[in-house]
């Protein structure tokens, strides 16, 4: 597929093709940034485009080399033998050394079909530390004819004497508008596409292979937590359901489950000072809302609004899951 195939960050989009098109691919790059935002899509059309026979900035996706290229990062066996692709093996956490001295070993010679050899290494901060040192060998003397791509939602963790031997490409969330136009293309209905784009955060990748039914009984059970808590009948079942639950699955569910409560909060508010619907983030529970009224809601919605971060900022830190809630609940309720 060519580099426009892919949703979002056109700024990369433009680097690349610029590079391609006066052969000055750096030997070496980082392509960092949140998840789901197309990094391995970006490497795959890079590795393809580095070996088309018909484009000199982009991969066509329809010349031999591009299909091989495509089938090999899929299937290794059936691949294109001029680009290899490196990731942790499923029994084991860590990329080893192993793996990058396959790479070190043919990465000086001279590529087999294509123009350049293209190694991509996937999640790259899993290199253990002999790998990393292996690595950072071949990175220190750059063969001429071979580009060795790194892909990571973590750049921070890679050695900072890699990171800085490479030209690094920091990626964005990708744009709500770009996901909508590719679930569009998927054939969503046009409720769905909304809803799907504001709940993913710019993750294109979770939008694509979301699973419709499952994100609904998410959103259900939010729904019956933003009652609990913000309704004034009996809030103090919010903190029932989490005590109900094991200490893994808070810490797995919580983030993601304090995020949809946030968005009724939003529409709540959203609807009691006369917003435009349009604006909600859950239009297909306005009827309920607006039936549930406002009188005490409002008030700790405002409340949860306002603490949210901070619980946020305690998941990032990893603090204590049951004094998160605990903590966040007492804010709420005052």
């Not at 790059?29 to 795959?44: I, M, T, Y």
């Not at 939602?153 to 004497?161: A, G």
């Not at 009188?295 to 004094?323: I, K, S, W, Y």
Request: with cysteine; net charge neutral.
């Amino acid at each position: 597929m060519p580099f426009s195939d892919i949703p979002g960050n056109g700024r990369i989009k433009k680097i690349l093709r610029h590079a391609l098109g006066r052969r000055r691919v750096p030997n070496s790059l980082l392509l960092s940034g949140p998840p789901g935002v197309g990094k391995r899509r970006f490497a795959a059309v890079l590795a393809q485009a580095l070996n088309c026979l018909t484009l000199e900035d982009d991969a066509c996706g329809v010349c031999p080399n591009c299909l091989a290229t495509a089938r090999g990062l899929e299937d290794p066996e059936r691949g294109f033998p001029d680009v290899l692709r490196i990731e942790h093996f499923k029994n084991k956490e860590e990329i080893l050394i192993d793996q990058v001295q396959e790479l070190r070993s043919i990465a000086y010679l001279t590529p087999m079909i294509g123009r350049n050899k293209v190694f991509i290494i996937d999640e790259a901060d899993r290199m253990n530390a002999e790998a990393s040192n292996c690595l950072l060998k071949v990175l220190e003397e750059p063969p001429r004819t071979s580009h060795i791509v790194l892909v990571t939602n973590n750049p921070s963790r890679i050695l900072r004497t890699i990171r800085s031997r490479c030209q690094n490409l920091a990626f964005l969330p990708v744009s709500g508008e770009d996901i909508e136009n590719a679930l569009r293309e998927r054939g969503l209905e046009e409720e769905k596409v909304r809803i799907l784009a504001l709940l993913v955060h710019g993750n294109l990748e979770q939008a694509l292979n979301v699973d419709w039914d499952e994100i609904q009984a998410r959103r259900e059970a939010a729904w019956e937590l933003f009652r609990e808590l913000v309704g004034g009948d009996e809030p103090s079942r919010f903190l029932k359901r989490f005590a109900a639950q094991k200490k893994v699955e808070i810490k797995e569910n919580l983030a993601g489950t304090l995020e949809l409560v946030s968005s009724f909060c939003r529409d709540l508010v959203l609807l009691r000072d006369g917003g435009d619907p349009r604006l909600l983030l859950n239009p297909d529970f306005e009827p309920r809302m607006r039936a549930g009224g406002a009188g005490a809601a409002f008030d700790r919605a405002l409340r949860f609004l306002a603490a949210v971060d901070g619980a946020f900022a305690g998941l990032d830190q990893n603090l204590n899951m049951n004094l998160l809630i605990n903590t966040l609940y007492s804010q709420v309720i005052g």
